[in-house]
């Protein structure tokens, strides 16, 4: 899993799985092109990473107009990309009886919209190298019911089903697109969902994972694999991280 001369654009890479993975793909010799909201909390993760060439992309993704020039930009700065990956989301339990048009809409636009809109300006002209591509972060509850997570669940259930047919479509253009599904992993997205529920609630998620929680290093592993020539025969695919929680 050689990544030197590469250069991959990370979403959601001022925390969690978006920050481990700029680390470790930056360990695999990658140059690394850091996207988040917070410039100081992507700072703190540049700070972190391997080697140099790295840019910081201080940008909001629920503002979809203005994706195309901000990856053009991004592309102008650094250099044709040859990784995509889409680590940016949020997490809410939201029971059917509390949800709203506006809930639903801010989990679409940032989830799974923006996925596709990046998509679209990374296969432009210039933004993308040839034999690139694109990892979208899923989520095991795509794939497993769960009380109070229609709407989260469902978001992340579209990525699966967009990388499927991006992947048929991009590959004349040699770009692979695919998707990792993690289950509850220790993050500071976990930690605030744990805070939003009650001890017993939280024991019986991590209990429904058969090897126990995870780390953000497993989910990172798995992104960075599917990034790499070692996966280049591999597209249209979800690669399953997740304890044995969808076994279950």
Known sequence: ???????V?????????GRET?????????????????RERLEVTRAALAGDGHHLFPFDLADLEAIPAFMGAVAAQVGPLTGLVHAAGIHFFTPLRTLTAARIDQLLRLNYSSALLLAKA???????APGSSIVFVSSSAALVGESALCA??????????????????????????NCVA???????????IRQSVT??????????????????????????????DTARWITGSVLVVDGGYSAC
């Open 122 to 128: 990374f296969r432009q002209k210039g933004n993308c």
């Open 1 to 7: 899993m050689d990544l030197t001369g590469c250069s």
């Open 22 to 38: 700029a680390i470790l793909i930056s360990n695999l010799g990658a140059r690394v092109a850091l996207v988040g909201r917070s």
């Open 152 to 177: 989260y669940a469902g978001s992340k259930a579209a990525l699966i089903g967009a990388a499927r047919s991006l992947a048929i479509e991009l590959a004349p253009e040699c770009i692979r697109v």
């Open 182 to 192: 993690p289950g509850f992993v220790d993050s500071e997205m976990t930690r605030q």
């Open 199 to 228: 001890p017993e609630q939280f024991a019986a998620i991590a209990a429904s994972h058969p090897l126990g929680l995870g780390s953000v290093r497993d989910a990172a592993n798995a992104i960075a694999f599917l990034i790499a």
């Open 9 to 17: 654009m990370v979403t959601g890479a001022s925390s969690g799985i």
